[in-house]
């Protein structure tokens, strides 16, 4: 079984940046790729940014140029970046380890989610 635990979340100002990090309790990052989802308040979760095992990224639409995910050498924490915030990126960021299965389906592992407010 592996733990994801998220930090960096709070409060910030329109404009100002914000870091979160997800830290695994094993070297999942290497064999996962990993992903970060955000869920407002009476709307679906939404995947935010993923990061898969060889680098490539991708992003949603609503934060490409502002949020930047990325690892550390070490495979086990993964960051998103978060510049330029504005009140629609306040929700609660889950980090996600994803990998497919060959039979179907996924592994999936998710952390308790980190809450992020951003408000003036």
């Known amino acids: 079984q592996v733990q994801l635990v998220e930090s960096g979340g709070g409060l910030a100002r329109p404009g100002e940046p914000l870091r979160l990090s997800c830290t695994a309790s094993?070297?999942?990052?290497?064999?996962?790729?990993a992903r970060w989802y955000r869920q407002a308040p009476g709307k679906q979760r939404e995947r935010v940014a993923t990061v898969t095992t060889d680098g490539r990224t991708n992003y949603a639409d609503s934060v490409k140029g502002r949020f930047t995910i990325f690892r550390n050498n070490t495979k086990k924490t993964v960051f998103i970046q978060m510049d330029s915030l504005n009140a629609e990126d306040t929700a609660v960021y889950y980090c996600?380890?994803?990998?497919?299965?060959?039979?179907?389906?996924?592994?999936?592992?998710w952390g308790q989610g980190t809450q992020v407010t951003v408000s003036s």
């Open positions: 094993k070297n999942i990052f290497s064999t996962y790729a």
């Open positions: 996600n380890a994803h990998k497919f299965r060959i039979q179907g389906g996924s592994y999936d592992y």
